[in-house]
Protein backbone atom coordinates (compact mmCIF):
# COMPACT_ATOMS: atom_id res chain seq x y z
CA UNK A 1 0.00 0.00 0.00
CA UNK A 2 1.14 3.26 -1.02
CA UNK A 3 0.92 6.79 0.87
CA UNK A 4 -1.42 7.80 -1.41
CA UNK A 5 -3.67 4.82 -0.96
CA UNK A 6 -3.26 5.93 3.16
CA UNK A 7 -4.19 9.40 2.46
CA UNK A 8 -7.06 8.19 0.68
CA UNK A 9 -8.60 5.88 3.34
CA UNK A 10 -10.57 6.62 6.43
CA UNK A 11 -12.58 4.54 8.65
CA UNK A 12 -15.50 3.00 7.84
CA UNK A 13 -16.80 2.33 11.04
CA UNK A 14 -20.46 3.43 11.63
CA UNK A 15 -21.05 6.26 13.93
CA UNK A 16 -17.37 7.27 13.69
CA UNK A 17 -16.75 11.05 12.77
CA UNK A 18 -12.97 11.39 12.85
CA UNK A 19 -11.93 8.56 10.66
CA UNK A 20 -9.12 10.07 9.07
CA UNK A 21 -5.79 9.74 9.05
CA UNK A 22 -5.79 6.03 9.90
CA UNK A 23 -2.61 5.42 12.09
CA UNK A 24 -0.33 3.38 10.78
CA UNK A 25 1.74 0.40 12.55
CA UNK A 26 4.35 -1.03 10.77
CA UNK A 27 5.54 -4.52 10.63
CA UNK A 28 7.51 -4.56 7.51
CA UNK A 29 7.60 -1.35 4.71
CA UNK A 30 9.42 -1.56 1.32
CA UNK A 31 10.61 0.72 -1.67
CA UNK A 32 9.73 0.40 -4.71
CA UNK A 33 10.44 2.52 -7.44
CA UNK A 34 8.31 4.34 -9.39
CA UNK A 35 8.91 6.63 -12.84
CA UNK A 36 9.04 10.78 -11.74
CA UNK A 37 6.09 12.17 -13.20
CA UNK A 38 6.22 15.80 -12.34
CA UNK A 39 2.75 16.86 -13.55
CA UNK A 40 1.07 13.77 -11.72
CA UNK A 41 2.62 14.99 -8.51
CA UNK A 42 1.43 19.17 -9.42
CA UNK A 43 -2.15 17.74 -9.90
CA UNK A 44 -1.83 15.36 -6.85
CA UNK A 45 -0.85 17.82 -4.76
CA UNK A 46 -3.71 19.75 -3.89
CA UNK A 47 -5.43 16.46 -2.85
CA UNK A 48 -3.43 15.46 -0.77
CA UNK A 49 -3.69 16.16 3.41
CA UNK A 50 -0.12 17.23 3.97
CA UNK A 51 -0.26 16.17 7.78
CA UNK A 52 -1.62 12.92 7.05
CA UNK A 53 1.13 12.57 4.42
CA UNK A 54 4.02 13.63 6.88
CA UNK A 55 3.36 11.68 9.52
CA UNK A 56 2.92 8.58 7.58
CA UNK A 57 6.15 8.58 5.92
CA UNK A 58 7.89 9.62 9.50
CA UNK A 59 6.34 6.54 10.96
CA UNK A 60 7.81 4.63 7.73
CA UNK A 61 10.69 5.81 8.52
CA UNK A 62 11.31 8.62 5.80
CA UNK A 63 12.50 11.65 7.63
CA UNK A 64 12.66 14.05 4.45
CA UNK A 65 9.38 15.60 4.57
CA UNK A 66 8.51 19.69 5.60
CA UNK A 67 7.28 20.12 8.39
CA UNK A 68 4.99 22.79 7.20
CA UNK A 69 2.52 22.44 4.64
CA UNK A 70 4.46 23.51 1.36
CA UNK A 71 2.48 26.37 -0.23
CA UNK A 72 2.16 25.80 -4.39
CA UNK A 73 5.60 27.51 -4.58
CA UNK A 74 7.35 24.38 -3.82
CA UNK A 75 6.06 22.73 -6.62
CA UNK A 76 8.70 24.40 -8.74
CA UNK A 77 11.10 22.95 -6.62
CA UNK A 78 12.76 19.61 -8.01
CA UNK A 79 14.25 18.73 -5.12
CA UNK A 80 10.93 18.83 -3.15
CA UNK A 81 8.91 17.45 -6.05
CA UNK A 82 11.34 14.52 -5.82
CA UNK A 83 10.73 14.12 -1.61
CA UNK A 84 7.26 14.11 -2.37
CA UNK A 85 7.11 11.56 -4.93
CA UNK A 86 9.25 8.85 -3.15
CA UNK A 87 6.56 9.84 -0.07
CA UNK A 88 3.81 9.34 -1.82
CA UNK A 89 4.32 6.62 -4.39
CA UNK A 90 7.27 4.91 -3.47
CA UNK A 91 7.23 4.01 0.43
CA UNK A 92 4.86 0.51 0.85
CA UNK A 93 3.34 -0.85 3.89
CA UNK A 94 3.79 -4.43 3.03
CA UNK A 95 2.72 -5.65 6.04
CA UNK A 96 1.08 -3.87 9.34
CA UNK A 97 -1.91 -2.48 10.25
CA UNK A 98 -4.41 1.04 9.77
CA UNK A 99 -6.07 2.03 13.21
CA UNK A 100 -8.68 3.87 13.72
CA UNK A 101 -8.07 6.89 15.26
CA UNK A 102 -11.29 7.39 16.67
CA UNK A 103 -11.91 3.28 18.16
CA UNK A 104 -8.46 1.95 18.13
CA UNK A 105 -9.64 -0.96 15.41
CA UNK A 106 -6.95 -2.46 13.32
CA UNK A 107 -7.28 -2.95 9.88
CA UNK A 108 -4.58 -5.65 9.12
CA UNK A 109 -2.44 -5.12 5.86
CA UNK A 110 -0.83 -8.15 4.07
CA UNK A 111 1.17 -8.30 1.48
CA UNK A 112 -0.07 -4.52 0.93
CA UNK A 113 -3.62 -5.15 0.25
CA UNK A 114 -5.08 -3.24 3.40
CA UNK A 115 -8.32 -4.85 4.37
CA UNK A 116 -11.45 -2.60 5.08
CA UNK A 117 -14.17 -5.27 5.56
CA UNK A 118 -16.65 -4.29 8.46
CA UNK A 119 -18.19 -7.04 10.87
CA UNK A 120 -21.57 -7.37 11.33
CA UNK A 121 -21.89 -5.23 14.51
CA UNK A 122 -19.52 -2.03 12.60
CA UNK A 123 -21.77 -1.94 9.57
CA UNK B 1 -23.11 -20.17 -31.13
CA UNK B 2 -21.90 -17.40 -30.15
CA UNK B 3 -22.20 -14.00 -32.25
CA UNK B 4 -21.50 -10.15 -31.78
CA UNK B 5 -23.09 -7.40 -32.61
CA UNK B 6 -22.38 -4.17 -33.47
CA UNK B 7 -18.58 -5.06 -32.47
CA UNK B 8 -16.04 -5.23 -35.03
CA UNK B 9 -12.22 -5.17 -34.68
CA UNK B 10 -11.65 -2.56 -36.83
CA UNK B 11 -10.23 -0.30 -34.08
CA UNK B 12 -7.51 -3.00 -33.36
CA UNK B 13 -5.49 -1.06 -36.14
CA UNK B 14 -2.51 -2.89 -37.87
CA UNK B 15 0.45 -2.59 -35.87
CA UNK B 16 0.07 -0.73 -32.96
CA UNK B 17 2.26 -2.84 -30.51
CA UNK B 18 0.70 -0.97 -27.44
CA UNK B 19 -2.97 -2.63 -27.55
CA UNK B 20 -1.53 -5.32 -24.71
CA UNK B 21 -4.20 -6.71 -22.43
CA UNK B 22 -3.79 -9.40 -20.05
CA UNK B 23 -2.89 -12.71 -21.51
CA UNK B 24 -5.12 -15.37 -19.95
CA UNK B 25 -2.11 -17.85 -18.79
CA UNK B 26 -0.41 -15.31 -17.03
CA UNK B 27 -3.81 -14.67 -15.30
CA UNK B 28 -4.00 -16.23 -11.64
CA UNK B 29 -6.86 -18.05 -10.41
CA UNK B 30 -8.08 -19.60 -7.40
CA UNK B 31 -11.30 -21.89 -6.95
CA UNK B 32 -13.55 -19.21 -5.03
CA UNK B 33 -12.74 -16.61 -7.40
CA UNK B 34 -14.46 -15.53 -10.93
CA UNK B 35 -12.49 -16.28 -13.79
CA UNK B 36 -12.13 -14.32 -16.73
CA UNK B 37 -15.50 -15.23 -19.02
CA UNK B 38 -17.25 -13.55 -21.83
CA UNK B 39 -18.33 -10.16 -19.62
CA UNK B 40 -15.07 -9.67 -18.69
CA UNK B 41 -13.87 -10.01 -22.17
CA UNK B 42 -16.19 -8.02 -23.36
CA UNK B 43 -15.24 -5.00 -20.98
CA UNK B 44 -11.81 -4.86 -22.00
CA UNK B 45 -13.22 -4.60 -25.81
CA UNK B 46 -15.22 -1.93 -24.95
CA UNK B 47 -12.13 -0.08 -23.17
CA UNK B 48 -9.91 -1.25 -26.18
CA UNK B 49 -12.73 0.21 -28.71
CA UNK B 50 -12.92 3.36 -26.43
CA UNK B 51 -8.73 3.57 -26.26
CA UNK B 52 -8.62 6.65 -28.28
CA UNK B 53 -10.67 8.66 -26.62
CA UNK B 54 -9.04 7.43 -23.17
CA UNK B 55 -5.44 8.52 -24.06
CA UNK B 56 -6.86 11.81 -25.44
CA UNK B 57 -8.42 11.76 -21.83
CA UNK B 58 -5.20 11.33 -19.79
CA UNK B 59 -6.62 9.64 -16.42
CA UNK B 60 -4.73 10.72 -13.76
CA UNK B 61 -6.60 7.84 -11.34
CA UNK B 62 -8.23 4.50 -12.75
CA UNK B 63 -10.18 2.37 -10.32
CA UNK B 64 -12.06 -0.76 -11.17
CA UNK B 65 -14.53 -1.48 -8.14
CA UNK B 66 -15.05 -6.13 -8.32
CA UNK B 67 -11.62 -6.82 -9.61
CA UNK B 68 -12.02 -10.62 -9.22
CA UNK B 69 -9.12 -12.29 -10.90
CA UNK B 70 -7.61 -8.94 -11.79
CA UNK B 71 -7.99 -9.29 -15.37
CA UNK B 72 -9.57 -5.59 -16.33
CA UNK B 73 -7.72 -3.81 -14.61
CA UNK B 74 -4.35 -5.13 -15.65
CA UNK B 75 -5.92 -5.13 -18.78
CA UNK B 76 -6.95 -1.53 -18.74
CA UNK B 77 -3.24 -0.76 -16.99
CA UNK B 78 -1.59 -2.32 -19.82
CA UNK B 79 -3.50 -0.44 -22.59
CA UNK B 80 -2.50 2.90 -21.33
CA UNK B 81 1.02 2.08 -20.11
CA UNK B 82 2.70 3.70 -22.88
CA UNK B 83 0.64 6.73 -23.43
CA UNK B 84 -0.27 7.20 -20.08
CA UNK B 85 2.44 5.99 -18.14
CA UNK B 86 1.77 8.12 -15.15
CA UNK B 87 -1.61 6.63 -14.51
CA UNK B 88 -2.93 5.31 -10.95
CA UNK B 89 -4.57 2.55 -10.56
CA UNK B 90 -6.57 1.41 -7.80
CA UNK B 91 -8.93 -1.89 -7.43
CA UNK B 92 -11.43 -3.31 -4.84
CA UNK B 93 -12.79 -6.45 -4.25
CA UNK B 94 -14.74 -7.14 -1.29
CA UNK B 95 -13.28 -11.30 -1.84
CA UNK B 96 -10.26 -11.25 0.04
CA UNK B 97 -9.35 -14.24 -2.17
CA UNK B 98 -10.08 -12.04 -5.20
CA UNK B 99 -7.75 -9.23 -4.29
CA UNK B 100 -4.55 -11.35 -3.92
CA UNK B 101 -5.51 -13.17 -7.18
CA UNK B 102 -5.21 -9.86 -8.58
CA UNK B 103 -2.37 -8.60 -7.11
CA UNK B 104 -0.61 -11.83 -8.84
CA UNK B 105 -2.09 -10.93 -12.03
CA UNK B 106 -0.20 -7.65 -11.68
CA UNK B 107 2.75 -9.02 -10.60
CA UNK B 108 2.82 -11.31 -13.92
CA UNK B 109 2.55 -8.95 -16.16
CA UNK B 110 4.84 -6.50 -15.03
CA UNK B 111 2.24 -3.57 -13.94
CA UNK B 112 0.87 -2.08 -10.31
CA UNK B 113 -2.86 -1.32 -8.98
CA UNK B 114 -3.17 -0.30 -5.02
CA UNK B 115 -5.26 -3.07 -4.05
CA UNK B 116 -8.09 -2.86 -1.16
CA UNK B 117 -9.98 -5.76 0.21
CA UNK B 118 -13.61 -3.81 0.79
CA UNK B 119 -17.06 -3.39 0.23
CA UNK B 120 -17.47 -1.27 -3.13
CA UNK B 121 -15.33 1.60 -1.84
CA UNK B 122 -16.15 2.09 1.59
CA UNK B 123 -13.12 3.80 3.29
CA UNK B 124 -12.85 5.97 0.12
CA UNK B 125 -15.59 7.36 -0.46
CA UNK B 126 -14.33 10.48 1.66
CA UNK B 127 -11.38 11.35 0.52
CA UNK B 128 -11.21 9.79 -3.07
CA UNK B 129 -14.62 11.91 -3.96
CA UNK B 130 -14.44 13.45 -7.47
CA UNK B 131 -10.71 12.00 -7.95
CA UNK B 132 -11.48 9.21 -10.08
CA UNK B 133 -11.28 10.17 -14.26
CA UNK B 134 -11.86 6.18 -15.21
CA UNK B 135 -14.19 3.67 -13.22
CA UNK B 136 -14.71 0.03 -14.38
CA UNK B 137 -17.20 -2.23 -13.29
CA UNK B 138 -17.95 -5.75 -14.02
CA UNK B 139 -20.56 -6.26 -11.17
CA UNK B 140 -22.32 -9.09 -9.59
CA UNK B 141 -25.38 -8.89 -11.63
CA UNK B 142 -27.19 -12.09 -12.10
CA UNK B 143 -31.07 -12.25 -10.82
CA UNK B 144 -30.84 -14.22 -7.72
CA UNK B 145 -32.76 -14.32 -4.84
CA UNK B 146 -31.76 -11.62 -2.59
CA UNK B 147 -29.74 -13.54 0.53
CA UNK B 148 -27.71 -14.66 -1.85
CA UNK B 149 -26.05 -11.44 -2.03
CA UNK B 150 -22.95 -10.45 -0.62
CA UNK B 151 -22.58 -13.97 0.72
CA UNK B 152 -18.90 -15.00 0.80
CA UNK B 153 -16.90 -17.38 -1.76
CA UNK B 154 -17.76 -17.44 -5.42
CA UNK B 155 -21.30 -16.97 -5.10
CA UNK B 156 -20.99 -13.02 -4.61
CA UNK B 157 -19.11 -13.10 -7.68
CA UNK B 158 -22.44 -12.81 -9.62
CA UNK B 159 -25.38 -12.83 -7.18
CA UNK B 160 -27.30 -9.97 -8.26
CA UNK B 161 -30.38 -9.99 -6.46
CA UNK B 162 -33.37 -9.26 -7.32
CA UNK B 163 -33.56 -8.11 -11.68
CA UNK B 164 -29.59 -8.28 -10.79
CA UNK B 165 -29.52 -5.30 -9.49
CA UNK B 166 -28.71 -5.23 -6.03
CA UNK B 167 -25.03 -4.33 -5.81
CA UNK B 168 -25.23 -2.61 -9.16
CA UNK B 169 -27.33 0.30 -7.49
CA UNK B 170 -25.91 0.29 -4.59
CA UNK B 171 -22.42 0.83 -7.15
CA UNK B 172 -24.13 3.80 -9.18
CA UNK B 173 -24.40 6.68 -6.44
CA UNK B 174 -20.49 5.67 -5.26
CA UNK B 175 -19.63 6.03 -8.89
CA UNK B 176 -21.23 9.28 -9.10
CA UNK B 177 -19.41 10.55 -5.16
CA UNK B 178 -16.12 9.03 -6.73
CA UNK B 179 -15.61 10.23 -10.61
CA UNK B 180 -14.15 13.47 -11.40
CA UNK B 181 -16.19 16.04 -13.06
CA UNK B 182 -14.59 14.83 -16.11
CA UNK B 183 -14.81 10.72 -14.86
CA UNK B 184 -16.31 8.01 -17.31
CA UNK B 185 -17.48 4.86 -15.56
CA UNK B 186 -17.83 1.97 -17.91
CA UNK B 187 -20.20 -0.74 -16.92
CA UNK B 188 -21.32 -4.01 -17.38
CA UNK B 189 -24.67 -5.07 -17.43
CA UNK B 190 -27.39 -7.51 -18.53
CA UNK B 191 -30.63 -7.08 -20.49
CA UNK B 192 -32.40 -8.36 -17.76
CA UNK B 193 -30.84 -5.45 -15.73
CA UNK B 194 -32.99 -3.17 -17.34
CA UNK B 195 -29.92 -0.86 -18.72
CA UNK B 196 -32.22 1.61 -20.12
CA UNK B 197 -33.82 2.29 -16.62
CA UNK B 198 -29.93 2.33 -15.31
CA UNK B 199 -28.78 4.85 -18.23
CA UNK B 200 -32.12 7.32 -16.86
CA UNK B 201 -31.35 6.98 -13.46
CA UNK B 202 -27.62 8.05 -14.06
CA UNK B 203 -29.29 11.14 -16.27
CA UNK B 204 -31.02 12.58 -14.00
CA UNK B 205 -27.55 12.72 -11.80
CA UNK B 206 -26.39 14.29 -14.92
CA UNK B 207 -24.73 11.53 -17.29
CA UNK B 208 -24.89 11.13 -20.69
CA UNK B 209 -24.58 7.61 -21.77
CA UNK B 210 -23.38 5.06 -24.46
CA UNK B 211 -23.51 1.59 -25.41
CA UNK B 212 -19.85 0.81 -26.38
CA UNK B 213 -20.15 -2.85 -26.64
CA UNK B 214 -23.01 -4.83 -26.63
CA UNK B 215 -22.67 -8.94 -27.33
CA UNK B 216 -24.69 -11.83 -27.11
CA UNK B 217 -24.38 -15.14 -26.04
CA UNK B 218 -25.46 -18.53 -25.13
CA UNK B 219 -26.79 -17.32 -21.95
CA UNK B 220 -26.36 -13.44 -22.17
CA UNK B 221 -27.15 -10.40 -23.77
CA UNK B 222 -24.62 -7.93 -22.38
CA UNK B 223 -23.84 -4.33 -23.08
CA UNK B 224 -20.82 -2.18 -21.70
CA UNK B 225 -22.47 0.90 -21.24
CA UNK B 226 -19.77 4.25 -21.04
CA UNK B 227 -21.70 7.10 -18.69
CA UNK B 228 -20.13 10.59 -18.72
CA UNK B 229 -21.25 13.75 -17.15
CA UNK B 230 -22.69 16.22 -19.66
CA UNK B 231 -23.16 19.68 -18.54
CA UNK B 232 -25.93 20.40 -20.87
CA UNK B 233 -27.82 17.25 -18.96
CA UNK B 234 -26.19 18.27 -15.20
CA UNK B 235 -28.52 21.68 -16.33
CA UNK B 236 -31.53 19.60 -17.19
CA UNK B 237 -31.31 17.15 -14.34
CA UNK B 238 -30.98 20.62 -11.84
CA UNK B 239 -33.70 22.04 -13.47
CA UNK B 240 -36.20 19.35 -13.41
CA UNK B 241 -36.25 18.87 -9.81
CA UNK B 242 -38.02 21.54 -8.88
CA UNK B 243 -40.34 20.92 -12.03
CA UNK B 244 -40.91 17.15 -10.46
CA UNK B 245 -41.69 18.66 -7.18
CA UNK B 246 -44.77 21.01 -8.27
CA UNK B 247 -45.96 20.03 -11.96
CA UNK B 248 -47.29 16.35 -12.37
CA UNK B 249 -47.10 17.16 -16.20
CA UNK B 250 -43.64 18.53 -16.45
CA UNK B 251 -42.61 15.16 -15.23
CA UNK B 252 -44.03 13.12 -18.11
CA UNK B 253 -42.09 15.33 -20.98
CA UNK B 254 -38.91 15.07 -19.29
CA UNK B 255 -39.53 11.66 -19.28
CA UNK B 256 -40.40 11.34 -22.60
CA UNK B 257 -37.83 13.78 -24.06
CA UNK B 258 -35.34 11.57 -22.18
CA UNK B 259 -36.66 8.41 -23.26
CA UNK B 260 -36.33 9.61 -27.05
CA UNK B 261 -32.76 10.75 -26.46
CA UNK B 262 -32.47 7.52 -24.76
CA UNK B 263 -33.59 6.05 -28.56
CA UNK B 264 -31.32 8.33 -30.42
CA UNK B 265 -28.47 7.51 -28.22
CA UNK B 266 -29.10 3.70 -28.37
CA UNK B 267 -29.17 4.34 -32.40
CA UNK B 268 -25.74 5.66 -32.18
CA UNK B 269 -26.04 9.41 -33.37
CA UNK B 270 -24.55 10.58 -30.57
CA UNK B 271 -21.16 9.41 -30.82
CA UNK B 272 -18.71 12.64 -29.22
CA UNK B 273 -17.45 10.37 -26.41
C1 LIG C 1 -18.60 -10.63 -12.29
S1 LIG C 1 -17.20 -10.64 -11.23
C2 LIG C 1 -16.05 -9.66 -12.19
C3 LIG C 1 -14.62 -9.96 -11.89
C4 LIG C 1 -13.63 -9.24 -12.82
N1 LIG C 1 -13.74 -7.80 -12.72
C5 LIG C 1 -13.85 -9.67 -14.24
O1 LIG C 1 -14.40 -8.87 -15.01
O2 LIG C 1 -13.50 -10.79 -14.59
C6 LIG C 1 -17.72 -9.53 -9.93
C7 LIG C 1 -16.69 -9.25 -8.85
O3 LIG C 1 -17.23 -8.28 -7.93
C8 LIG C 1 -16.91 -8.66 -6.61
N2 LIG C 1 -17.91 -8.07 -5.74
C9 LIG C 1 -19.17 -8.49 -5.48
N3 LIG C 1 -19.79 -7.67 -4.62
C10 LIG C 1 -18.89 -6.71 -4.31
C11 LIG C 1 -18.91 -5.57 -3.44
N4 LIG C 1 -19.99 -5.26 -2.72
N5 LIG C 1 -17.81 -4.81 -3.34
C12 LIG C 1 -16.68 -5.11 -4.05
N6 LIG C 1 -16.60 -6.16 -4.89
C13 LIG C 1 -17.68 -6.95 -5.01
C14 LIG C 1 -16.92 -10.18 -6.63
O4 LIG C 1 -16.16 -10.70 -5.56
C15 LIG C 1 -16.31 -10.45 -8.01
O5 LIG C 1 -14.92 -10.56 -7.93
Known sequence: MRLLTHNMLSSNIKGVTNGFPLRIEVEKAIE????????????????????ALLDASRTMGYAELPDET????MLDSDEFLRKFHHALLELHLEEGALVCPETGRKFPVNKGIPNMLLHEDEV | MREMIHFSFSFL??????????????????????EPCDDSFALVDALLADRINLL????????????????????????????????????????????????????AHGVCAELINTDIASGLEKRLAGLVDVMVVNP?????????????GIASA??????????????????????????????VTLTTNDPSQICLQMREKGYAARIVVQRSTEEEN????????????????????????????GVMDTLLSQVHRLSLWISGNNSSN
Open chain 2, 140 to 152: PYVPTPEDEVGRE
Open chain 1, 70 to 73: PDSS
Open chain 2, 222 to 249: LHIIKFWRDFDIQMEAKETVPVNKTAPV
Open chain 2, 158 to 187: WAGGENGRSVIDKILPIADKLLSKTGWLYL
Open chain 2, 56 to 107: EHRPMLCMEVGCGSGYVITSLALMLEQEVPWAHYIATDINPRAVEVTRKTLE
Open chain 1, 32 to 51: KQVDFNPDFLKNMFPKIDWK
Open chain 2, 13 to 34: GSNNMSLRTAQIRLVSSHPEVY
